[in-house]
């Protein structure tokens, strides 16, 4: 009859729906030596983890920290990289943008010189058209 509770308190630990008085009824049925034949598998789990309770880590943890220095020194010099290349590239956009406007300048006023050289032949015979008018006017 027991080992019936216990095979079904076994299914609702291993589902992880015992509560904690139903585990600690597992813990105590397999430290003591009823145990089923059948149901001994299970006596090692629950003595590690009576046994695991009572351990403690005496060890001294080293905090310090040895590389820190180094990384620290590693992300600066990134930063550095990366501030330079940013401040190059934007020199960099800048005198291309000045190059193409400075193109685009030159482009334009070639476009005004043409057309002032067109208008300076029609302004040359407008002024022997004037000339000849003139002459007109003092016969």
Not at 20 to 33: K, S
Not at 114 to 127: C, E, F, I, W
């Amino acid at each position: 009859m027991e080992s019936d509770r216990i095979e079904r308190l076994l299914e609702k630990y291993f589902e992880a729906t015992t509560t904690a008085a139903e585990e600690q009824e597992l813990r105590m049925y397999f430290a003591g030596n009823g145990v089923a034949p059948h149901l001994r598998a299970y006596t090692p789990m629950f003595s590690y983890f009576t046994q695991a309770k009572t351990e403690r880590f005496t060890r001294q943890v080293p905090l310090k920290p040895r590389r820190t220095k180094v990384i620290q020194w590693i992300s600066v010099a990134a930063v550095a990289v990366l501030m330079l290349g940013l401040f190059l590239g934007n020199q960099y956009r800048e005198q291309r943008e000045a190059e193409y406007a400075y193109q685009q300048t030159r482009k334009a006023l070639g476009l005004i010189a043409q057309n002032l050289d067109r208008g300076t032949v029609k302004v040359a015979r407008l002024s022997e058209f004037e000339e000849a008018k003139q002459k007109i006017y003092k016969n």
